[in-house]
Nanobody
């Protein structure tokens, strides 16, 4: 059973940066489209960025030009570099396949203060 463990969140001022990591246990990580999802309070979980096994990236309009998703298949790890953060980026960030079918991890909280 694959487990996903997210880390790297925190409290940051608007305009700041954070780098999130997602460690995946088990095999088949390198063969999957992986994505970062976020859930703001009172809102549904949404996909913000995804990356294919070959490195093709798709970003939601709200994060284009600010967030960069990368992956290290040798380490079974997914990353999200977040720059120029805005208060509306706040929420719990999760990683999963796209579409999501693995058990959700605990997520990592990102809070951006204005």
């Amino acid at each position: 059973q694959v487990q996903l463990v997210e880390s790297g969140g925190g409290l940051v001022q608007a305009g700041g940066s954070l780098r999130l990591s997602c460690a995946a246990s088990g095999n088949s990580f390198s063969a999957r489209i992986m994505g970062w999802y976020r859930q703001a309070p009172g809102k549904q979980r949404e996909l913000v960025s995804s990356i294919s096994p070959a490195g093709r990236v798709n970003n939601a309009d709200s994060v284009k030009g600010r967030f960069t998703i990368t992956r290290d298949n040798a380490k079974n790890t997914l990353y999200l570099q977040m720059n120029s953060l805005k208060p509306e980026d706040s929420g719990v960030y999760y990683c999963n396949t796209v579409p999501s079918f693995l058990p959700w991890g605990q997520g990592t909280q990102v809070t951006v203060s204005s």
